[in-house]
T-cell receptor
Framework: GQNIDQPTEMTATEGAIVQINCTYQ??????LFWYQQHAGEAPTFLSY????GLEEKGRFSSFLSRSKGYSYLLLKELQMKDSASYLC?????????????FGTGTRLLVSP | ETGVTQTPRHLVMGMTNKKSLKCEQH?????MYWYKQSAKKPLELMFV???????ENNSVPSRFSPECPNSSHLFLHLHTLQPEDSALYLC??????????FGPGTRLTVL
């Protein structure tokens, strides 16, 4: 099976940088997704990594190390609106390219 | 409308009721999904449909019955549910294995 771990909750200050980690164990890794979910709203896609390295997209970057089973989401110049849950999800080629297994999510609280 | 829509947004039902959740996607995708999201638990995949054919049933109890009449519409029929089935039910769609786009969800409460 697959096991995905993320911190439950993090706090940070407006304007700061925060790194949200995700570790996973899967036998046929085939991609990792990050989603953002504001309270009471739909998850929205942030990033996708399948090869090692850093993917940058504006204030958000995502990193992957397949050998370590590790990813992080880096949020720069934090804004109040970044307060949300951040979900890490892994795809395994052994269970199909459409089946995503999600972590429990990291709730980020940004304070002034 | 654009994106993925779900109705109703909120639903309260008794254990003997029968109700249906509806999902519609306007993105031209060919895959649709039902997920369950409970408090403090990971998003849990329930069903996957590709081109109207069910390709995944993640050991979901038979009191949940999906229906996919075409690539744009997905239903989840509910009957004789239990209080522990109370959760947020999310629909998503994608183009094959690309990123999934989620609807706003139906908040279900079973009394």
């Amino acid at each position: 099976g697959q096991n995905i771990d993320q911190p439950t909750e993090m706090t940070a200050t407006e304007g700061a940088i925060v790194q949200i980690n995700c570790t996973y164990q899967t036998s046929g890794f085939n991609g990792l997704f990050w989603y953002q979910q504001h309270a009471g709203e739909a998850p929205t896609f942030l990033s996708y990594n399948v090869l090692d390295g850093l993917e940058e997209k504006g204030r958000f970057s995502s990193f992957l190390s397949r050998s370590k089973g590790y990813s992080y989401l880096l949020l720069k110049e934090l804004q109040m609106k970044d307060s949300a849950s951040y979900l890490c999800a892994v795809r395994d080629r052994n269970t199909g390219f459409q089946k995503l297994v999600f972590g429990t999510g990291t709730r980020l609280l940004v304070s002034p | 409308e654009t994106g993925v829509t779900q109705t109703p947004r909120h639903l309260v039902m008794g254990m003997t009721n029968k109700k249906s959740l509806k999902c519609e996607q306007h993105l031209g995708h060919n895959a649709m999904y039902w997920y369950k999201q409970s408090a403090k638990k990971p998003l849990e995949l329930m069903f996957v449909y590709n081109f109207k054919e069910q390709t995944e049933n993640n050991s979901v109890p038979s009191r949940f019955s999906p229906e996919c009449p075409n690539s744009s519409h997905l239903f989840l029929h509910l009957h004789t549910l239990q209080p522990e089935d109370s959760a947020l039910y999310l629909c998503a769609s994608s183009l094959q294995g690309d990123e999934q786009f989620f609807g706003p969800g139906t908040r279900l409460t079973v009394l």
